[in-house]
């Protein structure tokens, strides 16, 4: 599976953006989804995921119902829709697809990271 992310950009705090992970490969059903971000100095963290058969999303805390994580499968395509920006989620943000979790190491395949930057 190759991930293709897109989507970031700068934006003012408050503002939104939608993220795309596209994949090619026909295994894309095989795994579930999961976003991560890593700021400046900082380790890789967990923003959310989606099961591959249930479809149960997982968000990160900090993301208060701010983000929203979709998937659609025979587009081999996921999306993080991320409302209500705040400067603090600055970072590239990477799509993977693994086994799902809040570890990165459970993520198999990565795609190259897209920056978001929000401005105050």
């Known amino acids: 599976v190759q991930l293709q992310a897109s989507g970031g950009g700068l934006v003012q705090a408050g503002g939104s953006l939608r993220l795309s992970c596209k994949a090619s490969g026909r295994t894309f059903r095989w795994y579930s989804m999961g976003w991560f971000r890593q700021a400046p100095g900082k380790e890789r963290e967990f923003v959310a995921s989606?099961?591959?058969?249930?479809?149960?999303?997982n968000y990160a805390d900090f993301v208060q119902g701010r983000f929203t994580i979709s998937r659609d499968t025979a587009l081999k395509i996921g999306f993080l829709q991320m409302n209500n920006l705040k400067p603090e989620d600055t970072a590239v943000y990477f799509c993977a697809a693994g086994s799902t979790g809040v570890d990165p190491v459970n993520y198999e395949y990565w795609g190259q990271g897209t920056q978001v930057t929000v401005s105050s």
């Open positions: 989606i099961d591959r058969s249930t479809g149960r999303t």
